[in-house]
């Protein structure tokens, strides 16, 4: 079964750093491109950064940009969200998604991490 | 700064047919845009259903068809189930400068 895991929310104070993972197995993940997307309370959902298959490509949302770093280890078939400067406003649900060969066509999601940012 | 829009709420009758649509602010929406659709129900992570505006992933029920309507992005509903009451999320592709960009979401009610 294609699946994705993700891992390592938690409380974290503003100002303060956080590293997601996403744990993918039953497919080869270094052959995918992959997303970040975060959802806050009771709001919708905002894409929020992209990595190509090698790691060598990546985007982000302006929103985040210069605080939010997306990576990749493809020995370890994990995907990495790096948190820094967090605010607030970053609060949400994180679910990692698989791009399946056509851009932003997420095929295979996480059940997603909780980051909490408060003092 | 780029917005996408889809309609707040949508209510629909058992049986009955429904369209979404996915709107920019930039213009009329292309195939260059890879339109794509998400359905979210309560508690639970987004499940992809259309990509590159019409294809259908492989568990995605025959009644959810995607097109291009009059410049928008469409999802149509034919044949309208209880359990497709639900969030549905639109999402547009806007180059490599600048990714994507999610609608703010359609609240389907099956009534």
């Known amino acids: 079964e294609e699946q994705l895991v993700e891992s390592g929310g938690g409380l ?7 590293r997601l993972s996403c744990a993918a197995s039953g497919f080869n993940f270094s052959n995918y491109w992959m997303h970040w997307v975060r959802q806050a309370p009771g709001k919708g959902l905002v894409w929020v950064s992209r990595i190509n298959s090698d790691g060598t490509y990546t985007i982000n949302a302006d929103s985040v940009k210069g605080r939010l770093s997306i990576s990749r280890d493809n020995a370890k078939n994990t995907l990495y969200l790096q948190m820094d400067s967090l605010r607030a406003e970053d ?3 994180y679910y990692c998604a698989r791009e399946n060969k056509i851009a932003f066509a997420m095929d295979v999601w996480g059940q997603g991490t909780t980051v909490t940012v408060s003092s | 700064q780029t917005v996408v829009t889809q309609e707040p709420s949508l209510t629909v009758s058992p049986g009955g047919t429904v369209t979404l649509t996915c709107a920019s602010s930039t213009g009329a929406v292309t195939s260059t845009f890879y339109p794509s659709w998400f359905q979210q129900k309560p508690g639970q992570a987004p499940r992809a259903l259309i990509y590159s505006t019409s294809n259908r992933h492989s568990w995605t029920p025959a009644r959810f068809s995607g097109s291009l309507l009059g410049g928008k992005a469409a999802l149509t509903l034919s044949g309208v189930q209880p359990e497709d009451e639900a969030d549905y999320y639109c999402l547009l592709y806007y180059g490599g400068a600048q990714g994507g960009v999610f609608g703010g979401g359609t609240k389907l009610t099956v009534l």
């Open chain 1, 12 to 18: 974290v104070q503003p100002g303060g750093s956080l």
């Open chain 1, 91 to 93: 609060t949400a649900v």
